[in-house]
Each structure stands twice: as structure tokens, then as C-alpha cells.
Nanobody, 125 residues
Framework: VQLQASGGGLVQAGGSLRLSCAAS????????TGWFRQVPGKEREFVAV????????HFADSVKGRFTLSRDSAKNTVYLQMNSLKPEDTAVYYC???????????????????WGQGTQVTVSS
């Protein structure tokens, strides 16, 4: 199983980026996909999750209303659309996947068994 996160880059505050998490060796339909981010010196934090069952999504309060999730099953890819970006969104973004993620533990790194390599997002003020 491999996850490939991509789409990061440098953007001005207020701009947008779309991150992709392409999966191989598993189907995005049968796995729940989460996004996390990490700033140097800080713990990795939960950003969003796309549940496999019912395709429901949930977001951290810090990104709610600005970020959205979507899935292209044909490409086995989950997208994180990030709008109205702020400098505090600057981080390395990771996607993760697991066959079973309980809602109450969706924000925990330990809930996800597979991880991508991370993509850098930098938002300038």
C-alpha cells in the first residue's frame, strides 16, 4: 500500500491550493482517508477526514468552512481543496488511510495505518 500526497506549494494569503492523495494497493472506496499537518517543533495535527462509509467528511475547527474534501474513485484519489489560506496553514501536509476509523478517534494519528510522504504548503502574508 502506498499513498502519494502532492499539490503543495507557495501561495499568498487568501489563495487556494488543492492537495491530492493518490492511493495504490488499496481502494479509496474501502478506506477512510485522513489529512494531517505538521509544523516544525509541533505535533502533527488533524485536519480533515473522508470516511469510506457514506463518504461523510469532518474537519478541524481551524479549517472548517475553508477546506473541503472530495474523492475521484476512478483515480483512487482523495482531494483536499484549501481555500482562503492563512499563514497559519503553513505546514507539511500528510495524508493517511485506514480500513477502519472510528469517528471518535478520527483525529488520532494511531487510527491510521498507512501514511504518505507529506507535501509542503507555505502561505505568505
Amino acid at each position: 500500500v502506498q499513498l502519494q500526497a502532492s499539490g503543495g506549494g507557495l501561495v499568498q494569503a487568501g489563495g487556494s491550493l488543492r492537495l491530492s492523495c493518490a492511493a495504490s494497493g488499496l481502494s479509496s472506496r474501502t478506506y477512510t482517508t485522513g489529512w494531517f499537518r505538521q509544523v516544525p517543533g509541533k505535533e502533527r495535527e488533524f485536519v480533515a477526514v473522508f470516511f469510506r462509509s457514506g463518504s461523510s467528511t469532518h474537519f478541524a475547527d481551524s479549517v472548517k468552512g475553508r477546506f473541503t474534501l472530495s474523492r475521484d474513485s476512478a483515480k483512487n484519489t482523495v482531494y483536499l481543496q484549501m481555500n482562503s489560506l492563512k499563514p497559519e496553514d503553513t505546514a507539511v501536509y500528510y495524508c493517511a488511510a485506514s480500513e477502519q476509523v472510528i469517528y471518535s478517534t478520527r483525529y488520532r494519528e494511531s487510527s491510521y495505518g498507512f501514511w504518505g510522504q507529506g507535501t509542503q504548503v507555505t502561505v505568505s502574508s
